[in-house]
């Protein structure tokens, strides 16, 4: 390890006040040294990602860096960029400690703005003082006998992409799996120990949603996946649940996945499916990222390329209008659903875009022909088309409209169950739930991203059941600015928990909700994220992880710890 190396983790050290504090103090700098060595030299110091526009860094003075400021404003909110750095989190906050308003922020809305900079310092945060940039299951291993010998933490962090902040823990020893690249496809894969063999591509940990598209459609292949090109395919969303605008007829990303290679916290090198460790394999379709161990890679199905339908619908809300839409949307909810249609209603810009895999062009406008219509008497726009597959859909629209990243988001979600479409009464409820959201938060996003008409085996994965008879994951949601107290995101956060509470869970009290888009003061989270399914998970966190040496918000010692 290099003198600055040291130098930049003392620095660190000091700003942070967590419990995991002691230890990283008991460490010397040979135990650092050791580990280095034993994973190859990719142990890296890790400083905040916007550090290069500050003159002072954990209250010690330090030169401004313009070449690389003037490059971190300019791309402060592109999630390609952040994708690249260990220190970046798609939402920001949790690259800091909102606790104690220690962190390292610009201003999302205005990253050039300098008094996001002028006399201020930029603290550590929550980011990890220490990462490996794992490249071999070794590397892995080798953190997991730190960890144990040592007592320090660790995080675990792949594209950062979290809405509970679960990548990141002050003075833990990062774990990043952004360098696992690997892409095999498979015309026919037979998991080990098993007899069945599906069509498949097997990804490294650090694919990207936007590459294993690309990969699939070069071999003649649909992947099922998320609709942001830099979400990893075989992390937290595919362990969270993982929906997708596919999974009416595909399945969510726990229906996908037919093996698993992972890293488990005594150090094995495990494969995980059907038919060996299956129990694990079980809880790793659900139960949520960071929990179980270390993901090196996942095999997950894949379909034969085909054409996809598409309608793009866009139109400006007035109170003139906004009931109309929202009585299109839900009343022919149940319809759309089962002809095969998923997709998102959008907050920006206001209106949907849906896929459909099943239909033709002809009965896909048949379908889609009232929407349109209430797109053309409002000066609206509407288009449906067909494209010939499904990566030239994400390419135009996934990519070529990726979404800005680096702002602060408070978020809360629930599943609507199909049973609440099916009355007039109950779809007028929905109705004028969200006339009120839009009046109160915005204009909602609505994921259409359930696997309604997908034929699962009941029990194969440990996921709420209410994902199997839900149409909607509605989500509520508001942001708060770079400059904010501890005071005004603690009354954030709560304004959008209060309302996931007393709207959005007692609309559908009875269903559950997407652990990765969570509120993350859930009250019940034991019943929302996993129903029936909690207490074996408990039982199966304590075989694999008897010591506890994987812990984070809703996924550590008793899969709910610590305040984010």
Same mark, same amino acid.
């Given at each position: 390890?290099?003198?600055n190396?040291?130098?930049?983790?003392?620095?660190?050290?000091?700003?942070?006040?967590?419990? !995991?504090?002691?230890?990283?103090?008991?460490?010397?700098?040979?135990q650092?040294d050791?580990?280095?060595?034993?994973v190859?030299?990719?142990?890296?110091?890790?400083?905040p990602f916007?550090?290069?526009?500050?003159?002072r860094?954990?209250n010690?003075?330090?030169?401004v860096?313009?070449?690389?400021c003037r490059?971190?404003?300019a791309n402060?909110?592109s999630?390609t960029?952040r994708?690249?750095?260990?220190?970046a989190?798609?939402?920001?906050?949790?690259?800091?400690?909102m606790?104690?308003?220690?962190?390292?922020?610009?201003?999302?809305?205005n990253p050039g703005?300098p008094?996001?900079?002028?006399?201020? !310092?930029?603290n550590?945060?929550?980011?990890?003082p220490?990462?490996? =940039?794992?490249?071999?299951?070794?590397d892995?291993?080798a953190?997991?006998?730190?960890?144990?010998?040592?007592?320090?933490?660790l995080?675990i962090?792949?594209?950062?992409?979290?809405?509970?902040?679960r990548?990141r823990?002050?003075?833990s020893?990062?774990i990043?799996?952004?360098?696992l690249?690997?892409?095999?496809y498979?015309?026919q894969f037979?998991?080990a120990m098993?007899?069945?063999?599906?069509?498949?591509?097997?990804v490294g940990?650090?694919v990207?949603?936007?590459?294993?598209?690309k990969?699939? =459609?070069?071999?003649d292949s649909?992947?099922i996946g998320?609709?942001?090109?830099?979400i990893?395919a075989?992390?937290g969303w595919?362990?969270g649940?993982?929906h997708?605008i596919l999974?009416?007829t595909?399945?969510i990303?726990v229906?996908?996945?037919?093996?698993?290679?992972?890293?488990?916290?005594?150090?094995q090198l495990?494969?995980?499916?059907?038919?060996?460790?299956?129990d694990l394999f079980?809880?790793l379709?659900?139960?949520?990222?960071?929990?179980?161990?270390?993901?090196?890679?996942?095999?997950?199905?894949?379909?034969?390329?085909?054409p996809i339908?598409?309608? *793009?619908?866009?139109f400006?809300?007035t109170?003139?209008n906004?009931?109309?839409?929202f009585?299109?949307?839900?009343n *022919?909810?149940?319809d759309?659903?089962?002809?095969g249609w998923g997709?998102?209603?959008?907050?920006?810009?206001?209106g949907?875009?849906?896929?459909?895999p099943?239909?033709?062009? =002809?009965?896909?406008t048949?379908?889609?022909?009232?929407?349109?219509?209430?797109?053309?008497?409002y000066?609206g726009?509407?288009?449906?088309e067909?494209?010939?597959?499904?990566y030239?859909?994400?390419?135009?629209?996934?990519?070529?409209?990726?979404?800005?990243v680096?702002?602060?988001l408070?978020?809360g979600?629930?599943?609507?169950?199909?049973?609440?479409?099916?009355?007039?009464?109950d779809?007028?409820?929905?109705v004028a739930?969200?006339?009120n959201?839009?009046?109160?938060l915005?204009?909602?996003?609505i994921?259409?991203?359930?696997?309604?008409?997908?034929?699962?085996?009941a029990?194969?994965?440990?996921?709420?059941?209410?994902?199997?008879?839900?149409?909607?994951?509605?989500?509520?949601?508001?942001?708060?600015?770079?400059?904010?107290?501890v005071?005004?995101?603690r009354?954030?956060?709560?304004?959008v928990h209060?309302?996931?509470?007393?709207?959005?869970?007692?609309?559908?009290?009875?269903?559950?909700?997407?652990m *990765?888009?969570?509120?993350?003061?859930? !009250?019940?989270y034991?019943?929302?994220?996993?129903?029936?399914?909690?207490?074996?998970l408990?039982?199966?966190?304590?075989?694999?992880?008897? =010591?506890?040496?994987?812990d984070c918000?809703r996924?550590?010692?008793?899969l709910?710890?610590?305040?984010?």
């Amino acid at each position: 390890m290099t003198r600055n190396l040291v130098a930049i983790f003392l620095v660190s050290l000091f700003t942070k006040t967590a419990v !995991s504090a002691p230890s990283i103090l008991n460490v010397s700098s040979t135990q650092w040294d050791a580990l280095n060595v034993s994973v190859g030299g990719r142990l890296h110091a890790a400083t905040p990602f916007a550090l290069p526009c500050f003159s002072r860094y954990n209250n010690v003075n330090v030169s401004v860096d313009e070449a690389a400021c003037r490059i971190i404003q300019a791309n402060y909110t592109s999630p390609t960029f952040r994708l690249e750095s260990f220190s970046a989190n798609m939402q920001p906050q949790y690259e800091t400690c909102m606790n104690t308003d220690s962190g390292c922020l610009l201003d999302s809305n205005n990253p050039g703005n300098p008094l996001a900079t002028q006399g201020t !310092s930029c603290n550590q945060g929550e980011i990890s003082p220490y990462y490996i =940039d794992v490249g071999v299951a070794a590397d892995v291993q080798a953190a997991f006998q730190f960890a144990k010998q040592t007592g320090v933490p660790l995080s675990i962090k792949n594209t950062g992409h979290d809405y509970m902040g679960r990548t990141r823990q002050p003075n833990s020893l990062g774990i990043w799996t952004h360098s696992l690249q690997t892409m095999v496809y498979h015309s026919q894969f037979t998991p080990a120990m098993c007899d069945t063999s599906y069509r498949a591509i097997t990804v490294g940990a650090g694919v990207t949603f936007g590459q294993v598209y690309k990969f699939a =459609d070069d071999n003649d292949s649909m992947f099922i996946g998320g609709y942001a090109q830099t979400i990893g395919a075989s992390g937290g969303w595919m362990m969270g649940g993982g929906h997708s605008i596919l999974a009416p007829t595909y399945g969510i990303g726990v229906d996908r996945v037919v093996e698993i290679k992972i890293v488990t916290p005594d150090g094995q090198l495990r494969t995980a499916n059907a038919c060996q460790n299956s129990d694990l394999f079980w809880a790793l379709r659900g139960g949520g990222g960071g929990t179980f161990g270390i993901v090196i890679e996942s095999t997950q199905m894949v379909e034969q390329r085909i054409p996809i339908q598409v309608i *793009n619908m866009t139109f400006t809300p007035t109170d003139e209008n906004l009931q109309e839409f929202f009585e299109i949307a839900v009343n *022919n909810s149940v319809d759309w659903a089962e002809q095969g249609w998923g997709g998102h209603i959008n907050r920006a810009p206001p209106g949907l875009i849906y896929v459909n895999p099943r239909l033709s062009l =002809d009965d896909a406008t048949t379908s889609m022909s009232q929407i349109t219509a209430f797109a053309q008497a409002y000066n609206g726009t509407s288009a449906i088309e067909t494209l010939p597959s499904w990566y030239a859909f994400s390419s135009r629209f996934i990519a070529a409209e990726e979404a800005p990243v680096g702002n602060l988001l408070a978020l809360g979600s629930r599943l609507i169950p199909k049973a609440l479409f099916e009355t007039a009464a109950d779809r007028a409820r929905i109705v004028a739930q969200l006339v009120n959201q839009t009046a109160e938060l915005g204009f909602p996003y609505i994921g259409v991203a359930t696997p309604i008409g997908f034929n699962y085996t009941a029990g194969t994965t440990s996921v709420t059941p209410a994902w199997r008879t839900s149409l909607w994951h509605l989500t509520a949601g508001t942001f708060w600015s770079y400059n904010s107290s501890v005071a005004e995101i603690r009354a954030t956060l709560g304004t959008v928990h209060d309302y996931v509470h007393e709207q959005l869970t007692a609309l559908a009290p009875d269903s559950g909700a997407y652990m *990765n888009e969570g509120d993350v003061y859930e !009250s019940n989270y034991e019943d929302a994220y996993w129903g029936p399914n909690y207490q074996r998970l408990l039982a199966i966190k304590e075989k694999y992880d008897p =010591d506890g040496l994987l812990d984070c918000w809703r996924c550590g010692k008793s899969l709910a710890l610590v305040s984010p």
